[in-house]
């Protein structure tokens, strides 16, 4: 029997399940909306019924289903895999959600949080391949990040490593969700972005219509634009400066904007703040996935699990 993978996406608006080869290639996928009113058990129950259907599914095909992934939206004890918090659906709080998925399904399950799925995800499968050394960072509602260092995640002594959202830039500055001021969050997000653009041209706009009018020519929303980029060349820079990575990729909505108005001011700006050497061959690059990141990133969670423990506990090899 043939080997492959679950791997699931738990975010704030939808839920996505996979199953997936060992190559990664995905033969089923199920999507649901994320029920913001049913809470954790809703949500749990949600992901059973979706984990349930594909496992028939694989049996189906000729797939034994070694391990599950799940690239959580919110805070996770990578170590226990147990969920802090979701931002967005109450309940959550240390929910056991390895635990619990294990006792159903009898399937070694790895969670984690969406920022390192991700980051595993563009690695394997995006604009990170072929390189050991990254810095993905998502630029979207808020911003999170993850790294690769020496073809390895790195997730720091609480599994908070490249949470370069939360650097402080400017120590005066909006007041970031984390209670803290000036983080690049709440100055180069998408939320900080639509927040600044209304405040400063007098009316509700999204980030998208930011960079609609910065497009055309609006000289304000063009100097909001300049000074979210400001933020991130900085942040970004200091990162580099300490991890010294090959590749700087840049995911979220947010990343999607014209080159013109972030790409390549970015790559700009960034000289200001960089050493020469780690400047050298510097590629700042889009990432690949796309609006697929959250559920590559959970196939690449389970593959990454199962790659790390092969030869150590017994996963039928």
């Known amino acids: 029997m043939s080997k492959g993978v679950l791997g699931v996406d738990v975010g704030g608006t939808k839920m996505t399940a996979a199953l997936a080869t060992m190559d990664g290639q995905v033969v089923r996928l199920r999507r649901q909306q994320t029920q913001r009113e049913a809470g954790a058990q809703g949500g749990f129950a949600t992901i059973c019924a979706m984990v349930g259907e594909l496992l028939k ?17 919110g805070p996770v004890d990578f ?3 147990v969920v802090y ?15 619990e998925l294990e006792r159903c399904f009898d399937i070694p399950t790895v969670v ?4 390192n799925a991700g980051t595993l995800g563009e690695w394997r499968f ?27 995640l790195v997730r720091g002594w609480r599994n908070l490593a490249g949470e370069i959202g939360h650097m402080t830039v400017k120590p005066d500055g909006p007041l970031c969700p984390c209670g803290r001021k000036g983080c690049l969050e709440a100055l180069a997000s998408g939320d900080a972005i639509g927040r600044e653009g209304s405040e400063r041209i007098g ?6 219509e930011v960079f609609m009018l910065a497009e055309r020519g ?8 300049d000074d979210a980029v400001e933020a991130l060349a900085f942040a970004i820079g200091a990162a580099a400066n300490l991890l010294n990575p090959k590749r700087v990729i840049l995911g979220g909505g947010v990343a999607e904007a014209p080159e013109a108005l972030l790409l390549q001011p970015l790559r700009e700006r960034l000289h200001h703040y960089l050493l020469p050497q780690v400047a050298e061959d510097l590629e700042v690059v889009r990432a690949q996935l796309g609006y697929d990141a959250g559920i590559f990133g959970a196939i690449a969670l389970a593959l990454t699990d199962v790659e790390a423990v092969k030869g150590g506990r017994d996963d039928g090899d």
Request: proline fraction near 5%.
């Open 112 to 115: 984690d949080n969406d920022a």
């Open 203 to 208: 009316q509700p706009l999204t980030s998208e």
């Open 57 to 73: 599914e694989a049996a189906q095909e000729g797939l034994r289903v070694m391990r599950i992934g799940v690239g959580f939206g």
């Open 85 to 99: 918090l979701s931002h967005h659906v109450p309940g959550w709080e240390n929910f056991p959600l390895k635990g």
């Open 218 to 225: 609006n000289p304000i929303a063009k100097r909001v634009i």
């Open 79 to 81: 170590e226990r895999g």
């Open 126 to 152: 995006g604009a990170g391949r072929g390189v050991s050394d990254l810095l993905y960072v998502n630029i979207g509602t808020g911003i999170g990040g993850g790294i690769i260092s020496g073809g390895q």
